[in-house]
């Protein structure tokens, strides 16, 4: 039994004191913490929140200890019976996968803050908050201020909030209880926030027949500015999301169910059904796996399509999505560069940051058209009989039923199986190569009538010569460029930064300057020294385009794609 307590003596410094004790197992104990988190596949190093170590023995006599790796310490045990080690972890972050305090809550994501000890993560913990709160939300079983869970995954994978204030809802839908626990500031209308939950959930539930847990927690923090981040768990997730008072804007309603759909959708997907390389995790070292275009590929494409095919969307607002993802597709150079299932073992390296400039593609969104293309293309290999959703059922029963993890080779043999015989073609054409998936795109769409037409960008800068602006703080930085367009023809590059158009000063909207305009005079900044580069549009030259959806009036193969074939 290994008890942690956590207090927070002097909340403005936003440090949280962790006491973790255990009885000795050895006159030399190595404590470790985790150096990433499950959910976002890169290094965390999250130690470099831990200051002030200490250990002390039963006599509560200070004994040495000190560091032997960036996350790990070895206290000099001795002949000692109990160890106590202390700590501070700082605990200023507030996102979906962080541990953060101030005056109304401790947030404690447990598989940042709290070690283990080797070879003996099969302990149970029980972690008890010293300070005094009135709520404690969790996943995990709790009683007054203490928390139990039976070995470390367990701890690891059950975030928790002790609070003093607490929205609550709850519901059950198919003998699963479901919560919502909402901290901060939010005008999101609770009654048809947990009505579309509802709808989603028992759309998702339909898919694969049943949920892995009996209870599931969303754990809600709204912030007074932007944010847009979630982390799945298996009885619970996170979701930070603000500005929490714009939830009365369609577009960020909507942004907010598409997170908790996708959220949902990882309990079966990842969180049970997961690839072999993770199966355990292994928290001290990176878990590569290619499989990301599954992981969170399948996972971005069944949380919007659950919401379109349930009904809570509109056609609309499901074309919004797929030009939303072909277009960030088409904005990318580094599909020349890395495949989705290369770029997946690099979310180790940069996946969570733009990256250098064409180097790879997102596991999100790369591997969300994958999973559209092989789900188009098993229901038309199998007039409508078959679709992604028999794909995720069956290597749920198949893998995560038998808490077993799947490989690469099993993925594609499912697709196979169900009757997509040429699945490995799309294996090796797609996700195994650093392509453009233009015309694998439009052969799927060909199939059920959706038609897919890219048009010149509405943007200048795009349509002319090849290059997007962003435009923040009033300064007009260079975001995209198009390969051999005709600024990378002139020498125009990431980050440059344009104050001139024509001899004339860059206010805010380069577009409007630059429209209707061949050849353009700009003048630059570039790490602090101004340069002057002429850019000529010719027809011949790549540009940045944008893509337009249509769907078919009356498809059956198209009423597949999108019916309610489950409901
Ligand atoms: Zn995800």
């Known amino acids: 039994m290994i008890h942690i307590s956590l207090s927070t003596p002097h909340v403005h410094r936003k440090m949280v004191k962790v006491r973790m004790t255990f009885l000795s197992s050895s006159n030399s104990q190595i404590v470790q913490l985790s150096s990433w988190r499950p959910g976002r596949y890169e290094m965390g190093n999250f130690a470099k929140n831990i200051s002030h170590v200490k250990a002390y023995n039963t006599s509560n006599e200070k004994i040495s200890t000190h560091k032997i790796a960036k996350d790990q310490w070895q206290i000099a045990c001795g002949n000692e019976e109990q160890i106590t080690f202390e700590y501070f972890y700082c605990a200023a972050e507030l996102n979906a996968g962080s541990t953060y305090v101030n005056s109304q809550m401790l947030y404690v994501n447990p598989v940042n803050c709290i070690p ?6 099969d302990e149970k913990y029980t972690v008890e908050i010293l300070d005094s709160y009135a709520h404690l939300s969790c996943g995990l079983p709790h009683e007054g201020n203490k928390l139990f869970a039976q070995n470390f995954d367990e701890l690891a994978d059950s975030p928790f909030v002790a609070s003093r204030n607490i929205e609550v809802l709850s519901q059950e839908i198919n003998d699963v209880v479901f919560y919502a626990n909402i901290f901060g500031i939010t ?16 759309f998702q539930l339909n898919i694969f027949g049943e949920f892995p847990v009996s209870k ?37 309603y909507n942004e907010m169910l598409a997170i908790c759909s996708h959220e949902l959708f990882h309990t079966w997907n990842v969180k049970t059904l997961r690839p072999v390389e993770m199966m355990p995790y292994d928290f001290t070292k990176e ?3 290619q499989l990301g275009y599954v992981d969170e590929g399948v996972t971005t494409y069944y949380g919007d399509l659950c919401l379109r095919r349930s009904g809570i969307w509109n056609n609309d607002l499901w074309k919004l999505s797929l030009e939303k993802w072909l277009n960030s597709h088409h904005r990318n150079y580094g599909r020349y560069s890395y495949s989705v299932a290369d770029s997946s073992v690099d979310t180790w390296l940069d996946g969570y940051t733009p990256g250098v400039p064409w180097r790879k593609v997102s596991i999100y969104n790369e591997g969300a058209l994958l999973s559209m293309i092989l789900d188009i293309e098993l229901i038309a290999s199998t007039n409508g009989e078959k679709s992604m959703d028999d794909v995720m059922h069956q290597m749920y029963q198949q893998f ?38 233009s015309s694998y795109l439009k052969n799927a769409f060909d199939k059920i009538g959706v038609e897919l037409i890219w048009s010149p960008s509405a943007f200048a800068t795009e349509r002319l010569f090849g290059f997007s602006v962003d435009i923040q703080m009033g300064k007009s930085k260079v975001t995209s460029v198009c390969m051999n367009s ?21 206010d805010k909207n380069v577009n409007f300057l630059i429209e209707a305009t061949t050849t353009t005079q700009l003048l630059i900044l570039r790490n602090g020294v101004q340069m002057e580069l002429t850019l ?25 794609w999108i019916g309610k074939r489950n409901a």
């Open 116 to 121: 283990f000890l080797p070879g003996r993560a």
């Open 187 to 202: 005008n999101l209308n609770f009654e048809r926030f947990w009505n579309d939950v509802r709808i989603y959930t028992q």
């Open 216 to 252: 599931y927690r969303y754990l809600l923090h709204f912030t007074p500015y932007f944010m847009h981040h979630g982390v799945e768990h298996n009885t619970s997730t996170v979701i930070v999301m603000g500005h929490g008072e714009n939830f009365d804007r369609e577009e960020k």
């Open 287 to 289: 878990n590569y796996t």
């Open 400 to 437: 995560a039923k038998k808490n077993t993890g799947y490989s690469v080779e099993d993925y594609w043999k499912t697709l196979v199986d169900l009757g997509l015989s040429n699945a490995h073609e799309f294996k090796t054409n797609i996700a195994e190569s650093a392509i453009d998936y």
């Open 486 to 506: 005709a600024a990378d023809m002139g020498s125009l590059w990431y980050g440059d930064e344009i104050l001139e158009v024509d001899g004339i000063t860059v």
């Open 536 to 560: 000529h549009s010719k027809p011949e030259l790549p540009i940045i385009q944008q893509s337009h959806i249509s769907f078919p009036e009356n498809n059956s193969l198209f009423n597949c």
